[in-house]
């Protein structure tokens, strides 16, 4: 009579919130991958969106009166087949693609996700499926076209390969407690492996009749697996298998003969398992039973959208008190719909169910991926979902818990309760978080790298008073080399799509709405570069298609009416001029780069070219002057780099490979000079960052980074005081940031900036010109198609009533110059003066007086949540208590003695 025993489940029930309780405005849904196409972790939702590889992110919960906020992740240039969430760090995310890579990616709390911290090339074919180590950190396991592999990701490396597959492989999954592996084939195969033992598997049997779709999933049991296909007559089916008895599956359950791909999604605690398909509305719970063996249809769910992926939400996410055993998540076409199945009981929320949530697996891993590999095998400790108990800890990334020490941390083991135990000689805890950090933790690490104090630079678009408007006419012609406009602290200059090469000189300190026709200085030939002398804000220099240099007055007052005679014209080139730049130290030195292959250094006082280079063999992308302006680095179509020393010889000092890409380049000066950071293009078109030392150029790059599929070059700008790099291209609506360091991993990922529209160029203006009091590291105008907005990027502080003097050391006068045209060419070499930034009356935060500490009490409702109701009864009825005071306490009367008997008398 056991098979007929009754389910504590068997009332379980779907309840679906009203359209108010769904999340909206996700951007619209993916209808292209075969995939989940959701994944839900402790803290946010991933999901698919229209735009091939680009995922949606959002959080899980939204506190009240907050406003839902979406960041998108460009991860791959083809469509996202898969990914998945780390079960031990929230924060990391794996990306699987039709580009056949897979990439893993640190997801910030807020803003954009930046690079990807690691990127493995998948053999065989596009990615179908991955998934993490149910105990061990660091390993991931992707399928793509007829093999697997097994990556440890703590050295970027793949451990084995499982290439036994007849046809592409369909689905993969690790068993539960992360001994094997079973996967599903096309070729109507199922397969299990022990990876360790052997890369053949070592059970094989024939599987689904039909090889249109399967996916295979493991139960709680060790033995027990299941799949869902379809049959030789197209009926959709799920199927149970026992590895004792692997011939045929133990028992089969028949849905009906949709075209749908079903979605399996299994709940090892209860044995529970949603059952839907995509492009259909109907959502199916069943009981999945080992011993005996048994499939179970409990509920039948019919929603009003058509799902394009599903997810269940983590336990630890649960209502338990509510005898919520499951959420799942439906996406549609533009809602994230919650579905919470709910085991109905007479008194809900007064106890904790413990029939219905047994002790759930924790978030710390309990092997690291080189012990797993070298044999060992442990399951992860569980902890108690019981709220009255203390909280399970979270999932943290590891930016979050590893220490400044980190090789002095090791595993601390996790109680069933859920509460954290450390030893002294087995764990340190972090002084910053109290999360004690394992030594798996740390292999993690090394690819997510250590964390930017800039981190959470956010950039701001300035109020409207301060927009310039009604912009006609920007010239959409301007040569990738040149950065399409140019801004000093008063003014800047807009090549405008006119004939004769006009540029529109606008003043700064006058925002508003423009008339409808300009003043313009005016070229007579196109203009395919732009420049203003950074020691006088009135001399604007342009280059020409000509191949002439102009040299223009700016009236101090601004542009009132038509320049048609430049101060200075240059015969500079025999063909068009690409780039002109100033020296950064000494007035009047330009430096032309040209089609006809030569850099000449110009000096503007006397008229004449002073110094020629040479050396390149192609088109030259980019310039740019050393911040000491000894040096002149080059960036060639050539794929080569060069720094030239021109004072000395007028070819190469130095030469390296560059990048590969063709489409465009831009080279700049880092770290005090210490090394050149190139921005351009792969051999497949992917935009890449290249960090060389400018010690040695011959051996390459020392650090590659990339970022994205897109077709405009990021023209960078480097902040020297901050380490700050932003690299904005022309027609994108982002703007990345990094901090670039002196040592490994030298890029440390920042918050992105993102704009509503298109921009067609940024340009940066002096450290003196932010708003320091609101620290505000770097102030820059943006280049929109009809308006000029300014932008401050800012860095969130606490205590902003003091100057902030680690952001803002003291800085360069880069408006004065320290030599003239003469001293430089004589041989001199000097920088301009350094100034403090501290307005006065601020104090420096590192003088600012230490603050007592205080004791940091819990709000009560902590208390409250995490507390049974005969323990809130007895809380409450002590404090009426304490209130009133004890009754056993004589009161004060009665310690009076009164009067006498006999004095009555």
């Known amino acids: 009579m056991n098979r007929f025993k009754t389910s504590k489940y068997k009332n379980c029930i779907p309840k679906i919130p009203k359209k108010e309780g769904w999340i909206a405005d996700i951007g619209g849904a993916s209808t292209s991958s075969s995939g989940d196409n959701l994944k839900c972790g402790r803290s946010r939702i991933v999901y698919n969106t229209d735009s091939p590889g680009v995922l949606g992110i959002t959080s899980l919960e939204v506190g009240q009166g907050e406003k839902r906020t979406f960041s998108r992740l460009h991860c791959h240039s083809d469509v996202v087949t898969d990914f998945a969430f780390s079960p031990f760090d929230d924060n990391l995310l794996a990306t699987g693609s039709a580009d056949q890579s897979v990439k893993l990616w640190h997801v910030p709390n807020t803003g954009d996700v930046g690079d990807a911290k690691a990127t493995l090339t998948a053999k065989g074919g596009h990615v179908k499926a991955l998934q993490f180590h149910p105990s061990a950190e660091a390993l991931l396991v992707s399928a793509a076209g007829k093999s697997a592999q097994v990556w440890d990701l703590s050295r970027d490396a793949a451990l084995a390969a499982l290439n036994d597959h007849g046809d592409q492989v369909q689905s993969i999954c690790w068993s539960q407690d992360g001994v094997l592996i079973g996967t599903s084939s096309k070729d109507k195969r199922l397969r299990i492996f022990d990876v360790r033992k052997s890369t053949e598997a070592i059970q094989d049997a024939q599987g689904h009749d039909n090889n249109k779709d399967s996916r295979v999933v493991w139960t709680n049991s060790k033995n027990h697996l299941l799949t869902s296909g379809f049959n030789q007559v197209r009926e959709r089916e799920l199927l149970l298998w026992d590895l004792r008895s692997f011939s045929r599956p133990v028992t089969s359950f028949s849905l009906d003969a949709s075209s749908g791909l079903l979605i399996p999604l299994y709940d090892v605690d209860t044995g529970l398992l949603i059952l839907a398909a995509q492009g259909e509305g109907s959502v199916y719970c069943m009981e999945v039973g080992t011993e005996p063996h048994s499939l179970a249809q409990l509920s039948q769910c019919v929603t009003e959208q058509q799902s394009r992926g599903l997810a269940l939400a983590p336990k630890l996410c649960l209502d338990v008190m509510g005898s919520e055993v499951l959420r799942l998540f439906q996406l549609t076409d533009k809602f994230i719909i919650p579905i919470s199945y709910i085991v109905p009981r007479k008194q809900v929320g007064q106890e904790f169910p413990s029939d219905l949530f047994p002790d759930t697996a924790g978030c710390r891993a309990a092997l690291t991926s080189q012990s797993w590999w070298a044999g ?18 979270t999932c943290l990334s590891n930016k979050e818990k590893v220490t400044n020490h980190p090789e002095q941390n090791m595993a601390s083991p996790e109680p069933s309760d859920g509460s954290m135990q450390s030893s002294p000689s087995s764990s340190v805890t972090s002084p910053s978080s109290g999360i004690v950090t394992s030594t798996s933790q740390r292999s993690l690490q090394n690819i997510l790298g250590p964390s930017s104090r800039l981190r959470h630079t956010q950039g701001v678009v300035l109020h409207r008073d301060n927009h310039i408007t009604n912009l006609k006419g920007v010239s959409q012609n301007i ?13 800047l200059a807009v090549p405008l799509a006119v004939a004769g090469g006009q540029v529109a000189v606008l003043e700064l300190s006058r925002p508003g709405r423009l008339p409808d026709t300009l003043p313009t200085v005016q070229n007579s030939a196109a203009v395919t570069d ?117 004072r000395v010889s007028t070819q190469a000092k130095q030469e390296g490979a560059g990048p590969e890409g063709a489409r465009g380049a831009r080279i700049l000066w ?37 970022i994205d599929v897109s077709p405009s070059t990021l023209i960078p700008f480097y902040d020297q005081d901050t380490g700050l790099l932003l690299l904005a291209g022309k027609g994108d609506t982002r703007v990345f940031l990094y901090e670039v360091i002196s040592e490994s991993p030298y890029f440390l990922e920042c918050n992105s900036f993102i704009s509503g529209d298109p921009h067609k160029g940024f340009q940066y203006l002096r450290k003196v010109d932010c708003a320091v009091p609101d620290v505000e590291i770097v102030r820059s105008v943006r280049l929109c198609s009809n308006s000029v907005e300014p932008v401050a990027f800012r860095v969130p502080r606490v205590k902003k009533e003091f100057f902030q003097d680690d952001v803002f050391p003291p800085t360069r006068v880069t408006w004065e110059p320290a030599l003239t045209a003469e001293e430089w060419l004589s041989g001199k070499d000097k920088q301009q003066r350094s100034i403090n930034l501290c307005p006065k009356g601020m104090i420096p935060v590192s003088q600012a007086p230490k603050e007592a500490p205080t004791k940091k009490y819990v709000p009560s409702s902590v208390y409250l949540q995490e507390k049974t109701d005969e323990q809130k009864k007895e809380e409450l009825l002590s404090a009426m208590v304490a209130k009133l005071g004890n009754r056993d306490d004589p009161l004060p009367q009665d310690a009076f003695e009164g009067v006498d008997e006999d004095e009555w008398d």
């Open 376 to 393: 060992e095998n442990k399951e992860v400790e569980k902890v108690s979902l019981n709220p009255a108990r203390k909280k399970p800890p």
């Open 670 to 706: 880092v770290c005090d000079g210490k090394y050149l950071l190139v921005s351009g293009f792969d051999s497949r078109s992917q935009r890449q960052l290249t960090l060389h030392s400018t010690q040695d150029l011959q051996q390459g790059p020392i650090a590659t980074i990339s």
């Open 530 to 646: 732009l420049t203003w002398d950074p020691f006088n804000p009135h001399r604007l220099v342009t280059g020409g298609e000509d191949g002439r240099i102009r040299v223009w007055e700016i009236p101090r007052d601004g542009l009132k009416e038509t320049l048609t005679d430049p101060k200075i014209i240059l015969a500079a080139h025999n063909e068009r001029i690409y780039t002109v730049r100033f020296h950064p130290c000494a007035s009047d030195i330009l430096v032309s780069s040209s089609f006809d292959l030569t850099l000449k250094i110009w000096n503007l006082k006397t008229g004449k070219n002073v110094l020629t280079l040479q050396g390149h063999e192609d088109q030259i992308f980019s310039l740019a002057w050393s911040p000491d302006g000894k040096y002149l680095a080059t960036c060639c179509k050539d794929q080569r780099i060069r720094i030239y020393e021109p």
């Open 479 to 491: 040569p990738g080399e040149s950065d399409g406009f140019c801004a000093n602290y008063q003014r």
